[in-house]
């Protein structure tokens, strides 16, 4: 989740946090893995009164993970904490005063690892202050693919 705090008409400052947890068993052997992340940032929007809002924005935070792989009498557990850092270009174009569209592009930087991500998301206003989210992105060099929902208030 996150939290966005205009500073100015064309200045929004971000902070966000992020927690995962994948669990699993494989033969014998169970896996689990923590992801958490905080971080922050500024977005520059270059035109706040159109339909079309083209924006560019950074963030940099840290990301932790844990990995645990344990048998019945043993355990291996491998923790990272990592800088990250990203840079985001994209348009938000308002369909309607009720749906908005984002593709995206952004450069990922986490440690020594780096990607390109391709995202679409939509927001749906169900009233002035309560939304619903759809998005979906690809990570270029994994060929990773994600897909969430979400639900906000603006205020």
Sequence with gaps: ?????????NVDASVSMFFAKIEGDNGGFGVEITGKKISGGIKFHFSPD???N???GDQVGFVTTEEVVSLPQFRLSNDEDNFAFNVRCGLEADLSDQIAVRPT????KV???DDFIAGLSMNIWFSESFFGGLAT???????????????????
């Design 1 to 9: 989740g996150g939290i966005n705090l205009p500073v100015s008409q």
């Design 105 to 108: 592009i952004t450069y990922v």
């Design 137 to 155: 992105s690809y990570g270029f060099d994994e060929g990773d693919v994600s897909y969430s929902a979400a639900f906000g208030f603006g205020f």
């Design 50 to 52: 159109s339909r079309i």
């Design 111 to 113: 440690d020594g690892a």
């Design 54 to 56: 083209p924006f560019m």
